[in-house]
């Protein structure tokens, strides 16, 4: 089955400094890769997706990056503000039916004033 | 537009008691429903799938148990909590999507264990 493997587990960013978060997959049907953000005591909420048959895909401050050859996508955010402070979830999933959805184990990004 | 309600939202069981947690969907039919579960600062482990009424699948064998008694209902249950339950309960759902088979999260239920 999938596995997905996420770094760093924590990271500590000046504020205005950019964060990278990497992660990779096991099962090379994959091709559905969604990111979420995780507050303190709330749900996980989408911030931002990408399909296999795109290589980067950008919203704001936010894009991911997917290299499907080396299985592996990450997550940049740039200008980075407090309220980015939270633990970021990748995961990787096959466009059928949702059990093969996988998440990463989690990064929890700091950003320091 | 869709949304998912779960509840309660928080709730202290002693060990052996009982645990009955619902989520329900709103706005959408036939969707995919799942539970999770995550420890204090851990990730998100799935415990239960289901594609449809009465269709369950469990993904760690636990003294946990899941039932859909309708489309847009997922249930989860325990006749007898251990300590090692506490946790943050996360109901979620998804449809198969042009471009995604997104999952979205309900609010979440924090369940400690005394």
């Known amino acids: 089955g999938e596995n997905v493997e996420q770094h760093p587990s924590t990271l500590s960013v000046q504020e205005g400094d950019s964060a990278v978060i990497k992660c990779t997959y096991s099962?090379?049907?994959?091709?559905?890769f969604p990111w979420y953000k995780q507050e303190l005591g709330k749900r996980p909420q989408l911030i931002i997706d990408i399909r296999s048959n795109v290589g980067e895909k950008k919203d704001q401050r936010i894009a991911v990056t997917l290299n499907k050859t080396a299985k592996h996508f990450s997550l940049h955010i740039t200008e980075t503000q407090p309220e980015d402070s939270a633990v970021y979830f990748c995961a990787a999933s096959v466009d059928n039916y949702g059990q093969n959805f996988v998440f990463g184990p989690g990064t929890r990004l700091s950003v320091l004033p | 537009s869709q949304t998912i309600h779960q509840w309660p939202a928080t709730l202290v069981q002693p060990v052996g008691s009982p645990l009955s947690l619902e989520c329900t969907v709103e706005g959408t039919s036939n969707p995919n429903l799942y539970w999770y579960r995550q420890a204090a600062g851990r990730g998100l482990q799935l415990l239960f799938y289901s594609v449809g009424i009465g269709q369950i699948s469990s993904e760690v064998p636990q003294n946990l148990s899941a039932s859909r008694p309708q489309d847009r209902q997922f249930i989860l249950s325990s006749k007898k909590l251990l300590l090692s339950d506490s946790g943050f309960y996360l109901c979620?759902?998804?449809?198969?999507?042009?471009?995604?088979?997104?999952?979205?999260f309900g609010e979440g239920s924090w369940l400690t264990v005394v």
């Open positions: 979620a759902w998804s449809v198969i999507e042009e471009f995604g088979n997104t999952i979205y």
């Open positions: 099962d090379s049907a994959s091709n559905y």
